[in-house]
């Protein structure tokens, strides 16, 4: 029985999405719930699973292609399981011996390398060999890309001097092609998700009225009380650690009460106050930063802040993160400290009107009591709309986030 594979029904804040990678191709046998296809969105990356034990019969969407919502991608064959080799065995039968010795090898050869749709159709045409194509694709698939950069190497080739050969460059490092200087290029298409990532910045920077203001942070008063407790507190709630991320998600939480104009949004020429505090957490992921968020974050302890962030942390890595994750956000917390920014200016996360920037805890000579101490600072850093806040309302929301995580107590006594 066949099947039509479709895309998956996308959010109404989706479009349509682009077909990333086939992780099978017509003919091989696939089980029931294996993956078949990324589908990637301007937020999120989709995976596309068997309906059943059977066959992959035909992709109707090759790699690069634009989807809408809920359209057959491809046809799939329940129970199948027919491989492609059986298909094969009837093109040399049609075609007499043939003298030259290099077509079965070349046969051979394509048969062994995995390759996308539009990968296979650019080799027959070219008369390509694909095993000679470096493959950059995922786990060692051919891509339209590698093959066409393939191609410009070997014109690009020729161009240069056939007289000395000892003096030629050295061949470009795998995935690499040598632009007309030869010189090692690669060029690869930029995906959905950056290409949604670059234009929202832009649209941030282009539409509000950004400012950032500075401040420091001494961490020694957190840095005492998670070493104090941290095993404690780690044994307590069945494993999970007390990192840093879980006290400035409170002191957010509690700064944001007291300053409604930096928890609001702009919708058209209306503003738009929160009763609530969901907090975005920048997550960095090799397709790009991705913003999932913490409910009601002010009604959370400690222990399910940390526990929500790793979870996060973990769906990010492995790809798994939903657009329900990633939707809404009253305010976000960006913590480049992680890979040792000592400094920056983070950009808006529209519509939020806000954004706080953590950063490296570095340890610095302080005027104490008139006496100076080596103590542990972070530079933060707030971003706003000054069209929704204030200069003043920003530095006193930026030195109340300060206040508490100087004194941790003053989060548990609410003053």
């Known amino acids: 029985m066949s099947i039509e594979i479709k895309a998956p029904t996308f959010p109404e804040s989706v479009a349509d999405g682009v077909v990333a990678t086939w992780h099978k191709q017509p003919g091989e046998p696939v089980s029931r719930d294996e993956l078949l296809v990324d589908i990637e969105t301007d937020k999120v990356v989709l995976e596309v699973v068997a309906p059943a034990d059977g066959t992959l019969e035909n992709i109707i969407k090759g790699e690069g292609d634009t989807v809408l ?46 390759m996308s749709p539009a990968a296979r159709k650019l080799v027959e045409e070219k008369g390509l060999d694909p095993a000679r194509i470096p493959a950059t694709g995922k786990d060692g698939r051919l891509t339209k890309e590698d093959v066409i950069r393939f191609l410009e190497g070997q014109s690009a080739a020729p161009a240069a001097p056939a007289a000395a050969p000892a003096s030629q460059p050295a061949a470009a490092p795998a995935g690499f092609a040598l632009s007309t200087e030869g010189r090692p290029e690669k060029r690869v298409p930029m995906t959905r998700l950056r290409a949604s990532i670059a234009k929202r910045l832009v649209e941030a920077q282009q539409n509000a009225a950004m400012l950032t203001t500075f401040n420091e942070v001494n961490m020694k008063p957190v840095m005492d009380l998670r070493k104090r407790y941290k095993d404690l507190f780690e044994k307590r709630h069945n494993g999970t650690r007390l990192g840093f991320m879980s006290f400035f998600v409170k002191a957010a939480c509690e700064a944001l009460k007291r300053f409604p104009a930096v928890n609001a949004s702009i919708d058209g020429n209306d503003i738009v106050y929160h009763g609530y505090q969901d907090i975005g957490v920048a997550v960095s992921t090799e397709r790009g930063l991705v913003v999932p968020v913490l409910r009601n974050a002010d009604q959370m302890g400690l222990a399910d802040i940390e526990a929500g962030i790793a979870d996060y942390g973990r769906k990010a890595r492995d790809g798994k993160l939903g657009i329900e994750d990633m939707t809404g956000g009253t305010f976000t917390i960006s913590n480049g400290g992680v890979f040792g920014s000592l400094l920056s200016t983070p950009i808006l996360n529209p519509p939020q009107t806000a954004i706080l920037g953590m950063h490296k805890i570095q340890e610095r000579p302080m005027a104490v009591n008139g006496e100076v101490v080596i103590l542990p600072m972070m530079y933060l850093a707030l971003s706003y709309d000054h069209r929704m806040i204030d200069g003043k309302e920003a530095v006193q929301f930026l030195v109340t986030i300060k206040e508490l995580i100087e004194d941790p107590a003053r989060l548990l006594l609410d003053i």
């Open 69 to 114: 919502s809920g359209e057959v991608i491809a046809t799939f064959k329940e129970g199948a399981v027919a491989s492609a080799p059986a298909a094969q065995a009837s093109e040399p039968a049609a075609a007499p011996a043939a003298p030259a010795a290099e077509a079965p090898a070349a046969a051979e050869s394509s048969s062994e390398v995995i």
